[in-house]
C-alpha cells in the first residue's frame, strides 16, 4: 500500500531489452528475396527464415571448407542457430520451406546409392555364410584355418555404401557420431522442435546423464571423435561437423533438463539466438496474405542445391573430406579484429554481455563463420545455377561487415534467451533475495534481518554480500533502502529496506507477484510494442522485474 504522500515509480523489468528485427539485407539477394517473400506468405517474422537460412547455407558447404583466420587459427563453416518463439507461430511451415531443397536431395542421393548398396549387401550376406561354413570345416579338421583368415578379410574389406543422410532430428551423441563417420565427416541436426536438447541431456542413457562430448567436437571441427564400444564397431571422424538449425518453444529452454550442465558445458553459448516478436493477433488473413514468389522460390532452391553439388578439396583415405582454405582479405581482417575488440570490451566487468561470458565468448568465431556462408552465398549464380568456382577468393570485407552487423544485432536476441534461464548470476540473485524481502509481512526489514532471511544462499556469506543485489533491486525501483539515523558515535545503522507496493500481490492488475511462486506465466505470450515489456517468466522479452 502506497502511504499518503508517498510516490512510487513503477517497477523497472531485469531484462526489459529493445530487441529488434534482424537486418534481412545482410543477406545475399538470391536468399534474401526468397526468406522476406516467405515471411510474408506465413505471416511469420523474417528473424526465423533468416536464421533459417544460414542454418541451411551452413548445412550444404560444412566440412567442405574452413575459414583461416590467422596462422594456427580456423574456423569451420558448421553454424548452431535457435529460434525461440511461442506455438502457433508456424514454425514448421517455415522450416520445411527453408530445409526444402536439402530434404529432395538427400533423398536423391538415397535413390542413387540403392542398387548399389542392395548388392554389396547381398554380397555380404554371401561371404558371411561362406565365413561360417569354412569356420565349421576348419574346426572339424576339413579347412585350414588360413582359408577362414582369407575370407574374414574379405568381408572385412568389403565396403557397403551407407545410404546418404544430411539431416537428422531425433538422435543420440553415439548414433551422431556413426552418420558423421559414413557421411564424410559431417551432419545437421534441423527441427522445427527442441527434442534435440532433451537427447543432448540424456534422455536415451541408462544413467539420464548429459553426453556433450560429441556434440561439442562437431561445433569445433578441430577435435577428432573416437568411439570404442565393447561388441561395437569402432568410430572415427578425424574432423567432425555439426550444423544445427533449430525452431523451439520457450517452454523447451525454460525446462531444460540437465540446465546447469549445459551452462556448464558451454553448449548453450554455442547457438546464435533469434526472439523474433510474434505476429499472432496481427496476422493478415484470407486474401490480404501476399502469394509466395515462385520465382524467388526457384533461385532460392537453385542456389542450394548448387552449394550441395559443390565439392570439397579432396577426400583421405577414409573418405572423410578435406576442406577448402577460405582466406580473409585485408579489408575482412581489419573488420574482423575492431569486431573483436570492441566484443572483447563488452566482455569486460558492466559492459553489454559481460554476464553472458560463455556466449560473448564464441560471438567472434561464430560471426567468423557466418561472413564466411555469407562470402560463399555472394558467389553463387542462383540464376543460371552453374557450378560453384569461388572457394579460391578470400573473404571480402563486405561480407564480414555485413556478418559483423548481424552480430551487434544478436545481442539483445542473446540477453533474452539467457534471461528466461536465469542465466544472469547477478540478475538471478537479485530476485532471489527480492522474492525473500516478497515473503515477510513486513513493511520494511533491517539489512540484519534480511540476511537471515538469505543466508542460505552461498553467495550470501555475511551482510556484505548484499550489497550487489540490493543495489540492483533499488536501480529497477523494487525496494528503496532507507538511511537511519546515528544515534551516537561509531557506525551507523545500515539502511531500512522498503519494498515497492507496487509489487503488492493483492492488485489482479500486476503483471508479477513476487509473493506467489505460481505468478507470471503470460499464456497470450509477447504483446505491446518492442522494448515494452509486459511480462514474466515464459516472456522471453523480460516483464518487471522478469
Known sequence: RVEPGESWPDPVPFHEIEIGPLPANILPEWVKEYVISLAEFTQTPADMSIMLSLAALSTTVAGKGVILVRPGYTEPLCLWTCTVMEPGNRKSAVFKKIMTPIVEHEERKAEEVKPERRRALKEKEILEERVNKKQRDAVNGKARPEDVYRLDEELAELEVPAVPRVIVSDITAEKVAELMAENNGRIATLSPEGDIFKLMAGRYTKSGTANFENFKKGWTGSEPIRTDRMGRRSTYVKSPAITQG??????????????????????????????????????????????????????????????????????????????????????????????????????????????????????????????????????????????????????????????????????????????????????????????????????????????????????????????????????????????????????????????????????????????????GVNKKGFKGKKGQVENTEMDLRGGVLG
Open 246 to 519: 533449430l525452431a523451439v518453444q520457450p517452454t523447451v529452454l525454460k525446462e531444460l533438463a540437465n540446465k546447469e550442465a549445459f551452462k556448464g558445458e558451454g553448449l548453450l553459448g554455442r547457438f546464435l539466438y533469434a526472439v523474433p516478436e510474434s505476429p499472432v493477433g496481427n496476422r493478415k488473413t484470407g486474401q490480404e496474405v501476399p502469394p509466395l514468389d515462385q520465382e524467388a522460390e526457384v533461385k532460392y532452391c537453385r542456389g542450394l542445391s548448387v552449394l550441395l553439388n559443390t565439392e570439397p578439396a579432396g577426400e583421405d583415405e577414409a573418405g572423410e573430406w578435406q576442406p577448402h582454405k577460405l582466406r580473409l582479405s585485408e579489408e575482412a581482417l581489419r573488420i574482423h579484429d575492431k569486431f573483436e575488440a570492441e566484443v572483447e570490451q563488452e566482455l569486460a566487468e558492466g559492459g553489454e554481455i559481460s554476464s553472458l561470458r560463455d556466449w560473448g565468448g564464441k560471438l567472434v568465431g561464430n560471426i567468423t563463420r557466418v561472413a564466411g556462408l555469407l562470402h560463399i552465398a555472394d558467389k553463387v549464380d542462383a540464376e543460371s545455377g552453374s557450378p560453384f568456382n569461388g572457394w579460391n577468393e578470400p573473404i571480402t570485407g563486405e561480407a564480414m561487415s555485413r556478418a559483423v552487423e548481424l552480430g551487434w544485432e544478436l545481442i539483445p536476441h542473446a540477453k533474452g534467451v539467457y534471461g528466461l534461464l536465469d542465466s544472469d548470476p547477478e540478475v538471478a540473485l537479485a530476485r532471489y533475495v527480492l522474492k525473500r524481502i516478497a515473503q515477510q509481512d513486513k513493511p520494511e526489514l533491517t539489512r540484519a534481518e534480511l540476511f537471515q532471511l538469505t543466508k542460505d544462499k552461498k553467495e550470501i556469506q555475511k551482510s556484505e554480500d548484499l550489497a550487489r543485489p540490493l543495489a540492483i533491486l533499488e536501480e529497477h525501483n523494487a525496494i528503496r533502502l532507507i538511511e537511519q539515523p546515528s544515534e551516537g558515535p561509531g557506525r551507523p545503522p545500515s539502511p531500512k529496506v522498503k519494498l515497492n507496493p507496487r509489487l503488492d500481490p493483492i492488485n489482479p492488475k500486476n503483471p508479477i507477484n513476487p509473493r506467489n511462486r505460481s505468478a
